[in-house]
């Protein structure tokens, strides 16, 4: 099966900063790739599928990038709703397998 | 609007029995794929199973095929988990969400239900 490993797993960044987490797939997946948010206590909530297509009603400071087995989720100016944890999933098959998650924080 | 509700959690011993539903609205139910996930407290997602609107479709995670069986009802519009041979370590809270039109990914989840194994 294919794994999908995140990193990192937390970290902390000021307000207006800009913030990358990196999500690997042990195998090619093209672009068959999701991310999600989850603020604490709440579901999860879908913010892009297709690896870099911006899901309706989400700002516009989150983008995804990548393909094949690198991706990318970039917050271009940390806000303080951000506080969250963030996972990756494939979807191009069963199973469809998240990452361990990163947890962002406000410094 | 869409809504997914589950119930059917609680209490359960090791070695026993639990069935999850998860009641649909909103939308052509059986026009979607649906998932279950589940969550560990303060830990990550597990993505458990996949059915196809039609039912004739599934997959497991490895982590519970065979003690695991998914199945919907679609005159019923709703969603099953029957849950067996439970250990402690299936203790988590349990979603169901729905597979994006033509996709897998997962753009609508239930609240959840709290699935707690122990003697």
């Known amino acids: 099966d294919i794994q999908m490993t995140q990193s990192p797993s937390s970290l902390s960044a000021s307000v207006g900063d800009r913030v990358t987490i990196t999500c690997r797939a042990s195998q090619g997946i093209s672009n068959y790739l999701a991310w999600y948010q989850q603020k604490p206590g709440k579901v999860p909530k879908v913010l892009i599928y297709?690896?870099?297509a911006l899901q309706s009603g989400v700002p516009s400071r989150f983008s995804g990038s990548g393909s094949g087995t690198d991706f990318t989720l970039t917050i271009s100016s940390l806000q303080p709703e951000d506080v969250a944890t963030y996972y990756c999933?494939?979807?191009?098959?069963?199973?469809?397998?998240f990452g361990g998650g990163t947890k962002v924080e406000i410094k | 609007q869409v809504q997914l509700v589950e119930s059917g959690g609680g209490l359960v011993r090791p070695g026993g029995s639990l069935r999850l539903s998860c009641a649909a609205s909103?939308?052509?139910?059986?026009?979607?794929?649906m998932s279950w996930i589940r969550q560990t407290p303060g830990k990550g997602l597990e993505w458990l199973s996949i059915?196809?609107?039609?039912?004739?479709?599934?997959y497991y995670a490895d982590s519970v095929e065979g003690r695991f069986t998914i199945s919907r009802d679609n005159a019923k519009i709703s969603l099953y988990l029957q849950m067996s041979s439970l250990r402690a370590d299936d203790t988590a809270v349990y979603f169901c969400?729905?597979?994006?039109?033509?996709?897998?990914?997962?753009?609508?989840w239930g609240q959840g239900t709290l699935v707690t194994v122990s003697s």
């Open positions: 909103g939308f052509s139910f059986s026009d979607y794929f």
């Open positions: 059915i196809s609107g039609t039912g004739r479709t599934i």
């Open positions: 297709a690896a870099s």
């Open positions: 999933q494939k979807y191009n098959g069963a199973p469809l397998t």
């Open positions: 969400a729905r597979g994006s039109s033509g996709s897998s990914f997962l753009d609508y």
